[in-house]
């Protein structure tokens, strides 16, 4: 499977809902149902941890990426992510690399090599 790395510059290939998702470990899906709802103070229950990744073209996506800013404004955009887009970095992924610098590190380094296909 081809690694894909989300419109926000996370790699699906590491997160936890995704690997839980594509190896249909439920012992995984408690493991970050804890961690996500400790970490953002949140109720996540395992059941809610099921993803394909938000580029694919399923249904199956973590909650929050079905209202997710980023991800519907590259959609909408039609862009392979967001280190291809004019207004990159927006207000909406300076607020998002607080939270997940690597993110911002992903995308400059795509917009580095102008490789969007991923």
Request: hydrophobic share 30%.
């Amino acid at each position: 499977m081809k690694e894909m790395t989300a419109y926000c510059g996370l790699h699906c290939h590491e997160c936890g809902a995704f690997l839980a998702t594509r190896d249909n470990d439920n012992r995984k899906r408690n493991e970050v149902a804890k961690l996500w709802s400790d970490q953002y103070h949140a109720d996540i229950r395992p059941e809610d941890i099921n993803c394909d990744g938000c580029k694919s073209g399923g249904s199956c996506h973590f909650q929050y990426c079905g209202v997710c800013e980023i991800r519907l404004c590259a959609r909408k955009r039609n862009i392979a992510n967001c280190a291809f887009c004019d207004e990159y970095p927006c207000e909406k992924l300076e607020e998002f690399f607080k939270m997940a610098p690597q993110s911002k590190v992903s995308l400059d380094a795509l917009r580095e090599t102008k490789d969007g296909n991923q």
